[in-house]
């Protein structure tokens, strides 16, 4: 069935919440595992049921946030969603009251049972209107950013269609371009501010409520993560600032010398080479094509995939006004139907999108395909991003397709990419300990804010030079993260994601079809271990471990400068 077909009904939430008391009684009262688990087979159900109405909304909102239906069905869902999640969380509750949960376990997987401890933990209806105010908060944020339109160079852009101006060879053009994004955010700065410290505010009250100190501590529950917590994810950036920064900064320094800037600055940083950065060639159309080739050659099993992706029109790829800024992926659980979406610009991040959001298409429809259920169809994210970042490298021998079959450009394209993952590495952590910072010590002003996120640049990116931007100068840049606002302490998953992405990208080059079966084989593990329990099963270190880090990272590094020497 084609997306645009899929019917939509808004759900009866106060039925989906009186079903979940039912059962939750049922399982209170079950007599043995057997009863147990086919009231959890009923969960899933309902469960799939009201998730499938809740994503479409969601979904159909994003592609166009000015229309007044699914507008008003996200406000719904804002208020609905927390409510039967909490009821939701009740049945969790009395299945781990029972004494046959086991059955569960051995039905399922293990872990099924430590992802609903860890839910439970995380939620409660003592926290249902803050819950239900935070999906606000994060709405509102997401339509003051679709609402952007930019006025530069006689256009009226979008702020996605400005990245192509930012890339420019034209210095001048650069910058203005980067000025105008400023501008955008200048001039809502107090609206911005308000909505961040109001969020805050919002998740250290539901954290106190529910007996942590503050939301740092919650976040971990409600993320998910099983096997590590926040010292971890503290030793892990400081390996990276100590390893990773300085040969991200090399990095950098070789690609300014490589565009012939002795004086970059900022606005520099997105140009990558003297005669311009690589940009696929062609219409979103005509790229999509391009990746129905690519996943097609890959593997009998991505050739299924796209196939289905492509016949079920599940891409919507084009920027356009109206629309959520940002990509993602989503799953539709009736259907078994990934949906990709993204702000296609003209630039290789059109081609990123791609492999990246593909990636996680392809566990979503490999996992549905499997009939397994939302608990276990996903691992955590830092292991979902391992799907996405790892295709990003494991297609790489059909990326000339995207660049017309230049040898150059995409050769360009290899090494553009490979180094943005290094330097990637080390803004994940800017982010994530901007985070602790602010969580921990909710009293800080907005202007105190800014001064923490310039003092974490120096730490972490000491070659960004602001120059006279207002916006980025006045250590503001952090506003442009949509995780901040809408997903906190996401962003540390994509770093922990990335460092098993390198390990792949590493494994390709020495053997691709090694690399890519031990890919699938992860792949088809879904949701059943933990991240660690993951990365070990495909051969690779685990980065909290010290010593972890850098030699991989230094494989990588070496790897660029011999790149940058051929294409000199």
């Known amino acids: 069935m084609k997306f645009s077909e899929m019917p939509y009904t808004r759900p009866n939430v106060d039925q989906t919440v009186e079903r979940y008391r039912q059962l939750a009684e049922k399982a209170k009262a079950a007599a043995s595992g057997e009863e147990l688990t086919r009231l959890f087979a009923t969960h899933t159900q309902l469960d799939d049921a009201f998730s499938t109405a809740f994503r479409l909304a969601q979904i159909r909102h994003t592609l166009d946030t000015r229309d007044a239906f699914y507008d008003a069905e996200n406000d719904f869902f804002d208020q609905a969603g927390p409510r039967v999640g909490n009821a939701q969380l009740a049945f969790y509750r009395a299945v781990l009251q029972s004494p046959h949960k086991a059955a569960l376990a051995e039905a399922y997987a293990p872990i099924l049972l430590d992802k609903m401890e860890l839910a439970v933990s995380g939620a409660s209806d003592a926290v249902l209107e803050l819950m239900q105010q935070e999906n606000a908060l994060a709405s509102r944020y997401q339509k003051l950013k679709a609402s952007a339109q930019v006025e530069f160079q006689g256009k009226t852009c979008t702020l996605p269609e400005l990245d192509p101006y930012k890339q420019s060879l034209d210095r001048a053009t650069r910058k203005a371009a980067f000025a105008a994004e400023g501008s955008f955010y200048d001039e809502n700065r107090a609206e911005l501010e308000e909505i961040y410290t109001a969020m805050i505010e919002n998740r250290n009250a539901q954290a106190r409520a529910l007996g942590y100190p503050s939301y740092v501590e919650l976040s971990y529950k ?11 994810v503290a030793s892990f950036r400081d390996q990276v600032a100590k390893y990773v920064t300085p040969l991200a900064h090399q990095a950098m320094k070789a690609q300014f010398a490589r565009v012939g800037i002795p004086d970059a600055k900022f606005y520099d940083t997105t140009v990558s080479f003297a005669d311009g950065n690589p940009t696929p060639v062609g219409t979103a159309d005509q790229l999509l094509a391009k990746a129905v ?22 891409f919507d790829l084009v920027s356009r006004p109206g629309k959520a800024t940002g990509g993602y992926c989503e799953t539709i659980p009736a259907y078994g139907a990934p949906f990709v979406f993204s702000n296609f610009n003209g630039t290789s991040g059109d081609v990123d999108v791609l492999t990246h959001e593909a990636g996680h298409a392809f566990q979503a429809w490999v996992a549905a395909g499997q009939g397994m259920c939302q608990e276990l169809a996903s691992p955590s994210m830092e292991s979902c991003e391992i799907h996405s970042m790892s295709m990003e490298f494991l297609t790489a021998p059909w990326h000339h397709l995207f660049f017309g079959g230049d040898e150059r450009a995409t050769a360009k394209y290899a090494l553009a990419h490979a180094q943005e993952a290094l330097t990637f590495l080390p803004y994940g952590c800017m982010v994530d300990e901007f985070q602790h910072i602010v969580y921990a010590d909710p009293g800080l002003s907005a202007a105190q ?93 685990v980065p909290f471990e010290q010593g972890a880090i850098q030699p991989v990272v230094q494989q990588v590094a070496d790897w660029c400068a011999q790149k940058d020497r051929e294409l000199a």
């Open 222 to 232: 409600r993320m998910g993560r099983l096997g590590y917590g926040p010292k971890e």
């Open 293 to 314: 080739q690519m996943y097609s050659e890959l593997s009998p099993e991505t050739a299924r995939f796209i196939r289905f992706m492509a016949e079920s029109e599940l």
């Open 449 to 541: 804010r800014d001064q923490v996120w310039l003092q974490l640049e120096r730490k972490y990116r000491p070659w960004n030079d602001f120059g006279d931007l207002p916006f980025y100068g006045r250590g503001a840049g952090w506003q442009r993260q949509l995780h901040i606002y809408e997903a906190p302490f996401y962003y540390i998953d994509y770093c922990l994601a990335q460092m098993a992405a390198l390990q792949f990208f590493a494994a390709s080059l020495a053997d691709r079809d090694d690399a890519w079966q031990r890919y699938l084989a992860l792949v088809k593990k879904a949701g059943a271990d933990t991240y660690a329990g993951l990365v070990r099963a495909a051969g690779f270190a």
